[in-house]
Protein backbone atom coordinates (compact mmCIF):
# COMPACT_ATOMS: atom_id res chain seq x y z
CA UNK A 1 0.00 0.00 0.00
CA UNK A 2 1.43 3.64 -1.07
CA UNK A 3 2.11 5.86 2.13
CA UNK A 4 1.01 9.04 -0.07
CA UNK A 5 -2.08 9.26 -2.11
CA UNK A 6 -3.23 8.31 -5.41
CA UNK A 7 -6.40 9.74 -6.72
CA UNK A 8 -8.39 8.49 -9.39
CA UNK A 9 -10.37 10.03 -11.98
CA UNK A 10 -13.26 10.69 -9.68
CA UNK A 11 -10.58 11.64 -6.49
CA UNK A 12 -10.83 7.59 -4.87
CA UNK A 13 -7.72 6.39 -3.39
CA UNK A 14 -5.94 3.71 -5.61
CA UNK A 15 -5.95 1.09 -3.04
CA UNK A 16 -9.05 1.94 -1.64
CA UNK A 17 -10.58 1.31 -5.02
CA UNK A 18 -8.86 -2.18 -5.72
CA UNK A 19 -9.52 -3.30 -2.36
CA UNK A 20 -13.65 -2.21 -3.18
CA UNK A 21 -13.43 -4.26 -6.55
CA UNK A 22 -12.35 -7.12 -4.22
CA UNK A 23 -15.26 -6.84 -2.02
CA UNK A 24 -17.92 -6.27 -4.85
CA UNK A 25 -16.70 -9.75 -6.31
CA UNK A 26 -17.43 -11.67 -3.05
CA UNK A 27 -20.92 -9.60 -2.81
CA UNK A 28 -21.93 -10.58 -6.04
CA UNK A 29 -22.31 -6.77 -6.84
CA UNK A 30 -22.39 -6.66 -10.37
CA UNK A 31 -22.79 -2.67 -10.88
CA UNK A 32 -20.25 -1.74 -8.27
CA UNK A 33 -18.09 -4.34 -9.31
CA UNK A 34 -18.09 -2.72 -12.91
CA UNK A 35 -18.00 0.85 -11.59
CA UNK A 36 -14.79 -0.11 -9.51
CA UNK A 37 -12.85 -1.51 -12.38
CA UNK A 38 -13.82 1.17 -14.62
CA UNK A 39 -12.01 3.50 -12.22
CA UNK A 40 -8.94 1.93 -12.18
CA UNK A 41 -8.67 1.52 -16.01
CA UNK A 42 -10.45 4.80 -16.91
CA UNK A 43 -8.08 6.11 -14.84
CA UNK A 44 -5.37 4.62 -16.72
CA UNK A 45 -4.25 1.73 -14.25
CA UNK A 46 -4.94 -0.59 -16.66
CA UNK A 47 -2.48 -2.99 -15.75
CA UNK A 48 -3.20 -3.08 -11.79
CA UNK A 49 -6.95 -3.61 -12.77
CA UNK A 50 -5.90 -6.38 -14.71
CA UNK A 51 -3.81 -7.35 -11.89
CA UNK A 52 -6.30 -7.42 -9.22
CA UNK A 53 -8.89 -9.18 -11.31
CA UNK A 54 -6.68 -11.88 -12.18
CA UNK A 55 -5.45 -11.99 -8.52
CA UNK A 56 -9.24 -12.53 -7.43
CA UNK A 57 -9.34 -15.54 -9.55
CA UNK A 58 -6.53 -17.26 -8.63
CA UNK A 59 -7.08 -16.64 -4.67
CA UNK A 60 -10.85 -16.42 -4.53
CA UNK A 61 -12.04 -18.46 -7.73
CA UNK A 62 -9.72 -20.61 -9.31
CA UNK A 63 -10.01 -24.16 -6.73
CA UNK A 64 -13.64 -24.31 -8.00
CA UNK A 65 -13.75 -22.33 -11.74
CA UNK A 66 -10.53 -24.36 -13.58
CA UNK A 67 -11.28 -23.92 -17.56
CA UNK A 68 -12.66 -20.02 -16.46
CA UNK A 69 -8.35 -19.14 -16.83
CA UNK A 70 -8.01 -20.65 -20.04
CA UNK A 71 -11.50 -18.85 -21.54
CA UNK A 72 -10.45 -15.32 -20.31
CA UNK A 73 -6.66 -15.99 -21.39
CA UNK A 74 -7.84 -16.20 -24.89
CA UNK A 75 -9.91 -14.08 -25.23
CA UNK A 76 -7.79 -11.57 -23.49
CA UNK A 77 -5.42 -12.28 -26.15
CA UNK A 78 -8.22 -11.93 -29.38
CA UNK A 79 -9.11 -8.57 -28.05
CA UNK A 80 -5.54 -6.92 -27.29
CA UNK A 81 -5.31 -5.97 -30.79
CA UNK A 82 -8.49 -3.92 -30.65
CA UNK A 83 -8.63 -0.04 -29.99
CA UNK A 84 -11.70 -0.97 -27.16
CA UNK A 85 -10.35 -4.12 -26.81
CA UNK A 86 -8.72 -4.72 -22.95
CA UNK A 87 -11.55 -1.77 -21.82
CA UNK A 88 -13.76 -4.38 -22.96
CA UNK A 89 -12.13 -7.33 -21.45
CA UNK A 90 -12.52 -5.81 -18.19
CA UNK A 91 -16.19 -5.68 -18.44
CA UNK A 92 -16.48 -9.49 -19.80
CA UNK A 93 -14.43 -10.69 -17.05
CA UNK A 94 -16.40 -9.59 -14.05
CA UNK A 95 -19.32 -10.03 -16.07
CA UNK A 96 -18.17 -13.57 -16.29
CA UNK A 97 -16.39 -14.07 -13.02
CA UNK A 98 -19.25 -12.25 -10.35
CA UNK A 99 -21.85 -15.57 -11.74
CA UNK A 100 -19.43 -17.88 -10.01
CA UNK A 101 -18.56 -19.55 -6.90
CA UNK A 102 -15.74 -19.01 -4.88
CA UNK A 103 -14.32 -20.10 -1.43
CA UNK A 104 -11.26 -18.42 0.53
CA UNK A 105 -9.22 -21.49 1.12
CA UNK A 106 -6.13 -20.45 -1.60
CA UNK A 107 -6.63 -16.64 0.25
CA UNK A 108 -6.49 -17.99 3.54
CA UNK A 109 -3.91 -20.23 2.98
CA UNK A 110 -1.72 -17.35 1.61
CA UNK A 111 -2.77 -15.00 4.16
CA UNK A 112 -1.83 -17.59 6.96
CA UNK A 113 1.36 -19.13 5.52
CA UNK A 114 2.91 -15.70 5.58
CA UNK A 115 2.22 -14.68 8.54
CA UNK A 116 2.57 -16.76 10.73
CA UNK A 117 4.36 -20.71 11.47
CA UNK A 118 3.32 -23.74 11.43
CA UNK A 119 2.94 -26.61 13.73
CA UNK A 120 6.28 -27.60 15.44
CA UNK A 121 5.33 -31.32 14.30
CA UNK A 122 4.02 -30.20 10.81
CA UNK A 123 7.42 -28.48 9.82
CA UNK A 124 9.37 -31.75 10.85
CA UNK A 125 7.21 -33.52 8.03
CA UNK A 126 8.31 -34.09 4.81
CA UNK A 127 6.57 -32.90 1.62
CA UNK A 128 4.96 -36.16 0.18
CA UNK A 129 4.04 -36.70 4.13
CA UNK A 130 2.17 -33.19 4.01
CA UNK A 131 0.33 -33.78 0.73
CA UNK A 132 -0.50 -37.98 2.30
CA UNK A 133 -1.99 -36.35 5.28
CA UNK A 134 -3.73 -33.37 3.40
CA UNK A 135 -1.72 -31.03 5.45
CA UNK A 136 -2.82 -28.20 3.29
CA UNK A 137 -1.50 -25.05 5.57
CA UNK A 138 1.91 -27.12 5.82
CA UNK A 139 2.04 -27.86 1.93
CA UNK A 140 1.67 -24.04 1.39
CA UNK A 141 4.28 -22.87 4.28
CA UNK A 142 6.72 -24.87 2.33
CA UNK A 143 6.13 -23.40 -0.88
CA UNK A 144 5.99 -19.97 0.23
CA UNK A 145 9.17 -20.32 2.05
CA UNK A 146 10.62 -22.32 -0.93
CA UNK A 147 9.12 -21.21 -4.26
CA UNK A 148 10.15 -17.54 -4.77
CA UNK A 149 11.24 -17.86 -8.60
CA UNK A 150 9.33 -19.50 -11.42
CA UNK A 151 11.50 -21.87 -11.64
CA UNK A 152 11.30 -23.53 -8.21
CA UNK A 153 7.57 -23.14 -8.51
CA UNK A 154 8.22 -25.74 -11.07
CA UNK A 155 10.09 -28.34 -9.66
CA UNK A 156 7.17 -27.98 -6.89
CA UNK A 157 4.32 -28.44 -9.29
CA UNK A 158 6.44 -31.66 -10.63
CA UNK A 159 6.66 -33.10 -6.97
CA UNK A 160 2.90 -32.56 -6.66
CA UNK A 161 1.97 -33.97 -10.61
CA UNK A 162 3.92 -37.10 -9.20
CA UNK A 163 1.80 -37.29 -6.26
CA UNK A 164 -1.82 -36.84 -8.11
CA UNK A 165 -0.97 -39.01 -10.75
CA UNK A 166 -0.02 -41.61 -8.21
CA UNK A 167 -3.13 -41.01 -6.54
CA UNK A 168 -5.08 -41.56 -9.60
CA UNK A 169 -5.85 -38.09 -10.80
CA UNK A 170 -6.22 -37.48 -14.21
CA UNK A 171 -5.73 -34.51 -16.82
CA UNK A 172 -2.70 -32.55 -14.38
CA UNK A 173 -1.48 -30.17 -17.15
CA UNK A 174 -2.93 -27.24 -15.23
CA UNK A 175 -0.04 -27.95 -12.86
CA UNK A 176 2.60 -27.16 -16.24
CA UNK A 177 1.21 -23.61 -16.21
CA UNK A 178 2.16 -21.00 -13.58
CA UNK A 179 2.17 -18.00 -15.67
CA UNK A 180 0.13 -15.01 -15.33
CA UNK A 181 1.13 -11.70 -15.35
CA UNK A 182 1.63 -9.57 -12.38
CA UNK A 183 0.69 -12.51 -10.46
CA UNK A 184 2.72 -14.76 -8.06
CA UNK A 185 3.83 -18.01 -9.60
CA UNK A 186 3.74 -19.49 -5.94
CA UNK A 187 -0.35 -18.56 -5.54
CA UNK A 188 -0.96 -19.90 -8.78
CA UNK A 189 0.60 -23.14 -8.23
CA UNK A 190 -1.31 -23.32 -4.62
CA UNK A 191 -4.58 -22.71 -6.38
CA UNK A 192 -3.73 -25.89 -8.97
CA UNK A 193 -2.82 -28.20 -5.82
CA UNK A 194 -5.68 -27.44 -3.84
CA UNK A 195 -7.87 -27.58 -7.32
CA UNK A 196 -6.15 -31.36 -7.71
CA UNK A 197 -7.32 -31.75 -3.77
CA UNK A 198 -10.85 -31.16 -4.13
CA UNK A 199 -10.62 -33.87 -7.08
CA UNK A 200 -8.91 -36.04 -4.64
CA UNK A 201 -10.99 -36.15 -1.98
CA UNK A 202 -14.16 -35.45 -4.26
CA UNK A 203 -16.20 -38.44 -2.34
CA UNK A 204 -16.00 -36.85 0.79
CA UNK A 205 -15.78 -33.00 0.55
CA UNK A 206 -19.02 -32.68 -1.22
CA UNK A 207 -17.83 -29.83 -3.08
CA UNK A 208 -19.30 -28.80 -6.57
CA UNK A 209 -17.45 -27.42 -9.39
CA UNK A 210 -18.46 -24.21 -11.15
CA UNK A 211 -20.37 -24.69 -14.21
CA UNK A 212 -18.77 -23.64 -17.71
CA UNK A 213 -21.40 -21.00 -19.15
CA UNK A 214 -19.70 -17.83 -20.02
CA UNK A 215 -21.93 -14.69 -20.32
CA UNK A 216 -22.30 -12.29 -23.28
CA UNK A 217 -21.58 -8.45 -22.81
CA UNK A 218 -22.95 -6.20 -25.40
CA UNK A 219 -20.27 -3.43 -26.38
CA UNK A 220 -22.87 -0.52 -25.09
CA UNK A 221 -23.08 -2.12 -21.46
CA UNK A 222 -19.54 -0.05 -20.80
CA UNK A 223 -20.40 3.17 -21.85
CA UNK A 224 -22.12 4.52 -18.68
CA UNK A 225 -18.76 3.95 -17.07
CA UNK A 226 -16.32 5.79 -19.34
CA UNK A 227 -15.05 9.14 -17.97
CA UNK A 228 -17.87 12.23 -17.64
CA UNK A 229 -16.46 15.04 -18.78
CA UNK A 230 -18.06 19.12 -17.65
CA UNK A 231 -20.35 20.00 -19.60
CA UNK A 232 -18.67 23.57 -19.85
CA UNK A 233 -20.28 26.38 -20.37
CA UNK A 234 -23.42 25.41 -18.49
CA UNK A 235 -21.52 23.82 -15.50
CA UNK A 236 -18.31 24.10 -13.81
CA UNK A 237 -16.22 21.43 -12.99
CA UNK A 238 -17.04 21.07 -8.97
CA UNK A 239 -20.68 19.50 -10.22
CA UNK A 240 -18.58 16.55 -11.48
CA UNK A 241 -18.00 14.16 -8.46
CA UNK A 242 -21.70 14.90 -7.13
CA UNK A 243 -22.84 12.61 -10.49
CA UNK A 244 -19.86 10.52 -10.32
CA UNK A 245 -18.89 9.90 -6.63
CA UNK A 246 -21.84 7.65 -6.02
CA UNK A 247 -20.28 4.84 -4.14
CA UNK A 248 -18.43 4.60 -0.42
CA UNK A 249 -15.10 2.77 -1.33
CA UNK A 250 -15.55 1.55 2.44
CA UNK A 251 -19.29 0.08 1.78
CA UNK A 252 -17.88 -3.46 3.71
CA UNK A 253 -15.58 -2.49 5.81
CA UNK A 254 -12.90 -4.12 4.10
CA UNK A 255 -10.22 -1.56 4.20
CA UNK A 256 -9.10 -2.19 8.11
CA UNK A 257 -8.29 -5.56 6.84
CA UNK A 258 -6.52 -4.91 4.10
CA UNK A 259 -4.77 -1.75 4.63
CA UNK A 260 -3.40 -0.55 7.61
CA UNK A 261 -4.57 2.98 7.62
CA UNK A 262 -4.85 6.08 5.26
CA UNK A 263 -1.97 8.13 3.85
CA UNK A 264 -0.56 10.74 6.77
CA UNK A 265 -2.48 14.05 6.63
CA UNK A 266 -4.83 12.54 3.61
CA UNK A 267 -7.62 15.31 4.37
CA UNK A 268 -5.16 18.08 3.79
CA UNK A 269 -4.11 16.34 0.83
CA UNK A 270 -7.79 15.42 -0.86
CA UNK A 271 -9.19 19.20 0.43
CA UNK A 272 -5.93 21.58 -0.34
CA UNK A 273 -3.28 19.81 -3.24
CA UNK A 274 -5.32 16.94 -4.55
CA UNK A 275 -4.16 18.18 -8.29
CA UNK A 276 -0.12 18.06 -7.25
CA UNK A 277 -1.10 13.66 -6.14
CA UNK A 278 -3.74 13.13 -8.97
CA UNK A 279 -1.09 14.56 -11.44
CA UNK A 280 1.78 13.14 -10.25
CA UNK A 281 0.74 9.35 -10.14
CA UNK A 282 -2.53 9.46 -12.36
CA UNK A 283 -2.37 9.04 -16.09
CA UNK A 284 -5.52 10.75 -16.84
CA UNK A 285 -4.91 13.53 -14.70
CA UNK A 286 -1.48 13.76 -15.92
CA UNK A 287 -2.83 14.04 -19.65
CA UNK A 288 -5.04 16.76 -18.46
CA UNK A 289 -2.49 18.89 -16.31
CA UNK A 290 0.04 18.90 -19.39
CA UNK A 291 -2.73 19.38 -21.97
CA UNK A 292 -3.47 22.62 -20.30
CA UNK A 293 -0.15 23.56 -20.01
CA UNK A 294 0.84 22.76 -16.38
CA UNK A 295 3.77 21.22 -14.62
CA UNK A 296 4.32 18.88 -11.67
CA UNK A 297 6.70 20.27 -9.65
CA UNK A 298 7.74 17.59 -7.21
CA UNK A 299 9.96 19.73 -4.89
CA UNK A 300 7.27 22.00 -4.19
CA UNK A 301 5.03 19.59 -4.51
CA UNK A 302 2.59 21.78 -6.32
CA UNK A 303 1.50 22.32 -9.95
CA UNK A 304 2.97 25.38 -12.34
CA UNK A 305 1.16 26.98 -15.05
CA UNK A 306 1.98 28.65 -18.35
CA UNK A 307 0.07 30.93 -18.03
CA UNK A 308 -2.74 32.56 -16.17
CA UNK A 309 -5.71 32.06 -19.09
CA UNK A 310 -4.88 27.89 -19.09
CA UNK A 311 -5.19 27.59 -15.32
CA UNK A 312 -8.56 29.33 -15.48
CA UNK A 313 -9.63 27.01 -18.48
CA UNK A 314 -8.20 23.73 -16.76
CA UNK A 315 -10.11 24.69 -13.62
CA UNK A 316 -13.32 25.36 -14.98
CA UNK A 317 -13.12 21.96 -16.59
CA UNK A 318 -11.33 20.11 -13.89
CA UNK A 319 -11.61 22.05 -10.54
CA UNK A 320 -13.57 19.03 -8.81
CA UNK A 321 -13.20 21.14 -5.41
CA UNK A 322 -13.49 17.86 -2.91
CA UNK A 323 -13.48 20.52 0.02
CA UNK A 324 -16.73 22.10 -0.82
CA UNK A 325 -18.52 18.60 -1.82
CA UNK A 326 -21.55 17.38 0.10
CA UNK A 327 -20.08 15.61 3.45
CA UNK A 328 -21.69 12.29 1.58
CA UNK A 329 -19.31 12.73 -1.71
CA UNK A 330 -16.32 13.43 0.74
CA UNK A 331 -16.80 10.40 2.70
CA UNK A 332 -17.36 8.40 -0.38
CA UNK A 333 -14.27 9.53 -1.48
CA UNK A 334 -12.16 8.85 1.80
CA UNK A 335 -14.12 6.69 3.74
CA UNK A 336 -13.96 6.20 7.74
CA UNK A 337 -11.81 3.13 8.46
CA UNK A 338 -14.06 1.03 11.15
CA UNK A 339 -12.11 -0.29 14.24
CA UNK A 340 -9.63 -3.21 13.64
CA UNK A 341 -11.56 -4.50 16.66
CA UNK A 342 -14.80 -4.72 14.86
CA UNK A 343 -13.23 -6.21 11.67
CA UNK A 344 -11.65 -8.51 12.03
CA UNK A 345 -10.55 -12.01 10.26
CA UNK A 346 -12.27 -14.03 11.71
CA UNK A 347 -15.29 -12.13 10.65
CA UNK A 348 -14.04 -11.86 7.19
CA UNK A 349 -13.72 -15.45 7.04
CA UNK A 350 -17.04 -16.36 8.88
CA UNK A 351 -19.04 -13.83 6.24
CA UNK A 352 -17.62 -15.59 3.75
CA UNK A 353 -17.34 -19.47 4.95
CA UNK A 354 -18.77 -20.95 2.04
CA UNK A 355 -18.03 -24.87 0.90
CA UNK A 356 -14.18 -25.81 1.74
CA UNK A 357 -11.40 -28.23 2.26
CA UNK A 358 -9.37 -26.25 4.44
CA UNK A 359 -10.60 -24.59 7.99
CA UNK A 360 -7.83 -22.65 9.68
CA UNK A 361 -7.55 -23.11 13.55
CA UNK A 362 -9.62 -20.45 15.69
CA UNK A 363 -6.08 -19.99 16.96
CA UNK A 364 -4.88 -18.96 13.25
CA UNK A 365 -7.48 -16.37 12.97
CA UNK A 366 -6.91 -14.62 16.37
CA UNK A 367 -3.08 -14.42 15.66
CA UNK A 368 -3.95 -12.49 12.22
CA UNK A 369 -5.18 -9.73 13.99
Not at 2 to 8: D, I, N, W
Not at 256 to 266: A, Q, T, V, W, Y
Request: net charge negative; aromatic share 14%; proline share 3%.
Amino acid sequence: MTTTPVFTRYLYLKDDVEISLLSSLLHKQREKAMFWGYELYHSGFIDDVLVVLWRAYYECYAMLNPTFESYMKKKQNELKEREDGIEYFVGLYIHNIITRKFNLDVFMLREISMHLEIDEDDAKLTLEERFEGNKYQAIVHIICEECISLEECQEMAKKATQYFKKKGVKNLKLLQNLECDGIQPAVILVSRIMHYFTILTKETNKIKMGKNIYLVLEPDEIVKYRTIETDYPNENGENVLKRTAIYSSNEHNYLSLFKSDHPENIWKHYHSNWIYYAGLYTQLWNERILEYGGHIDEDEQKVHWENEDFEEIFYNLYGYNPEEQPTEIQQNNIPIMKDRNQVTWRWFYEKHMNQRLYIPDDDFLDALE
